[in-house]
């Protein structure tokens, strides 16, 4: 039965691995390998949202910036 769980290399290197009676160092091997996947995309998806937020937060100031000044100034207008 074809399992979609692991990518077909994956599968592949099982199968040699149980024919070969390497299996417990073959799933080790694949272990870190995919850890190392996870932990790489982890990081790019990380590099990729800090500017989002950045700019997000950088909304949310000019937000209460402007919140906070606008009165001020309107009450000058008013005052000239």
Same mark, same amino acid.
């Given at each position: 039965a074809q399992c979609s769980f692991f990518p077909a290399i994956g599968r592949q290197m #099982? $199968? /040699? =691995? %149980? %024919? &070969? @009676?390497k299996l417990g %160092? $073959?799933? +080790?091997?694949?272990s870190c390998y995919y850890k190392e996947q996870a932990?790489?995309? #982890?990081l790019? +998806? &990380?590099? +990729? /949202? %800090?500017?989002?937020?950045i700019l997000l +937060? @950088? =909304?949310m100031v000019?937000? #209460?910036i402007t919140s906070l000044f606008l009165p001020i100034i309107s009450s000058y207008q008013y005052m000239v």
């Open positions: #099982i $199968m /040699v =691995a %149980e %024919e &070969s @009676g %160092e $073959m799933l +080790l091997t694949l932990n790489q995309y #982890i790019r +998806l &990380s590099k +990729l /949202v %800090e500017p989002l937020l +937060l @950088g =909304a000019l937000l #209460i």
